[in-house]
Structure formats: C-alpha cells, structure tokens
C-alpha cells in the first residue's frame, strides 16, 4: 500500500511504481480507493494504460471484503504479479485492519511489502513547526496525519525537489526522531528522482512484524468528520473550440479563491477532463494547500467541443461550502469561454462517517 495525507501525491507514485514493475516484466494491478465515487485517480490511471479497480464507499479498512474482491478481479482480467493500493487520503490504521487481516486470513495468498507513507514537505514543514506560511489543519485532522506517520514501515518525503536542502535535512531529522521505527526515504515521483531505491525496498522486504499501534477511534472519528468530501462529473459543451487545460486551471483558481473565503484549508482539489471521442486522452489539474498554485500534470494537444469533467474536492470546510463554490465557480466558466455551457450530472458531498472496521488485529500472525 501506497498511504499518505490527502495531497501527498500517491497517484502519481502509484503510477510510477506500476510503469518501474512494467519495466522488469511484472504485471501490475492497481486498487483505488475513496469515501465517495467517481474518482479522478481511477481515471488518471486507466488513461495511462493500468489495469485499475476502485472501491468507492468507504475505507480499505471498511472495505475488507471489496479489496480482496478487486484483487479476484483483477486477477482474473490480467494475473498481475503485484498489487498496488492506494487508500484514501484520510485513512489510518491500515496495519491493523487490512495488511494484519491480510497475512491471516490470506497469507497463503500475498506477501506483504512495507507500508510507505508519502507526505508533501512543504505541508509537513508546517505541521512540525520548521517553517513555512499558511493555514495548518486543526488539531484533531492533524491526529489522523500524524497516525499516518506512526504506522508507516517506509516514510517517503515526495516532491523533495521542491525543497531546499537545509530544510529537507530538518525535516528527515524531525521525522526520525519523532517516528524512530520508520525508515526515511526523499524521492519525487514527478521526476523520478530517489524512487529507484524506495521501490527496491518495497520489492525485496516484506512488513515488519510488530504490534499495531494504539488509536483513539473517536478523536479519528472527529478528525475525519471535520472534512468535507464533494465528488461531481460536469458535462462541457461549446459551439466552438475552447482550450481545456485553460478551462480547468480557470476553474482551480476559481475554487481556490472561493474556498479561500470560507477560511477553510484545502487538503486536495483535483480534476480531470476527457475530450467527446478520445481514446484515454485526458487533461488533469491538482492543487494540494490552498496557497499552492493549481498545476497541469496531463494536457491536451488540441482544442476540443466537449467532454466529461471529473471533479474532487477535500477541504477542511464544511460541505455545504464546498457544494456552493463548484456550482458557482463552474456556472462561471461560460464568463470566460465565450459559447461554453456546463452542465453539473452528478455532485455528491459529505463528510466521511465514521469509520468501523471489518477486522481489527493488533498483532500479525
């Protein structure tokens, strides 16, 4: 399993793990995961060609029985010697309620790598006081990131390209002293650089054997429910061309600045845009702090007329927030795509209950 906060950049990693095994003739199958449906992560990894089952509703850790489920069927589509999974962004406790339940019921069945936790650096900068402006999350969702940390066998310090040495230094030198277990790896899955030796040991080691760390279920309970969660599908259609990577950066910074006003703390707005009759041709945008910069990861090559826009938003604000700025950022599109119309299909927003897991074992078997 590929873990981390919300923003960290699992997907991208993910995606780079499956092409590196592709790489050495191992066939990947990979799981992904969210509270809601119609995930932009799904979609992003289909339109790079993996082998891909999602598991909407809930948690791996509520979700025992479907991640065994998409395992069976990926199993059955393409025989993947490995799978990947990707939890949500707001989950904890995978060791105790999915890799332990895993060795005992199925151990016959899969060999358990280390857990790797991914964080953002400029997000964890914050959170441990070593510098950085912006809004940090409130106590209690800090509680669910740090048990992230705590339970991780391999914490992996993404996009370390986008940090100064000195202050990559401080933060390896935080996070070994705070979470002493763990080994501490710096790599970018963007560029490539450091994945190399992570993946060696996700591939060569299997899970440390230890007792699963303690959590107050009430207090993640509460962290979660301080989350808004909004997923929605937006059909575009013009008279006209229109350029959808300048559509979608339009629409982030719109989100952004709405958000912004709700004095809410973006964890992760992510979209995606696939053009009326492309073959897994996709445009997608992230931003991960609400002082970030929304950032094109995939574009397209030509202008297009229409398409499906897959949106998800997580937001320490309230949900209610969340539903009022997309209808209203996404109303505001045709403002400045002179003949553009949008078309909400499907919005769903919430804040993620709490989580009940299917097996919960503190020692590995």
Known sequence: MIGGFLGAGKTTAVARLAAALHARGLRAGLI????????????????RGFATEEIPGGCFCCRFNSLVDAAGKLTAATRPDVFVAEPVGSCTDLVATVTYPLRRIYGERFTI?????????????RVFGLGGEGR????????????????ADLIVINKCDSLAATDLGRLREVLGRDFPHAEVLAVSARDGTGVDAWFERLLAREQVA???MDVDYETYADGEALLGWLNATVQLASAGEFDANAALERLARDLQVRLAGTGGEIAHLKMTFSPEGGLNDLASVNLVR??????????????????????N?????????????????????????????????????????????????????
Not at 32 to 47: F, I, P
Not at 138 to 150: A, D, G, N, T, W
């Open 32 to 47: 992904t995961n969210d509270q809601g449906s119609g995930l932009v992560d799904t979609a992003v990894l289909r339109a």
């Open 113 to 125: 790598a280390p857990l790797s936790v991914l964080l953002d650096p400029a997000r964890a900068m």
């Open 136 to 151: 940090a999350f409130s106590e209690k969702v800090l509680y669910i990131y740090r048990k992230q940390l705590e339970e």
């Open 210 to 212: 230890r007792r699963a």
């Open 290 to 311: 609400s002082d970030f910069v929304p950032e094109l990861g995939l574009r397209l090559d030509q202008p297009v007329t229409g398409g499906q826009l897959v949106l």
């Open 313 to 365: 938003a997580r937001a320490e604000t309230a949900p209610e927030a969340l539903k009022a700025a997309v209808e209203t950022a996404v109303a505001n599109l045709a403002r400045h795509f002179a003949g553009l119309q949008a078309h909400i299909d499907h919005l769903e927003h919430f804040r993620p209950g709490k989580p009940q897991p299917t097996h919960r074992d503190l020692n590995p078997v």
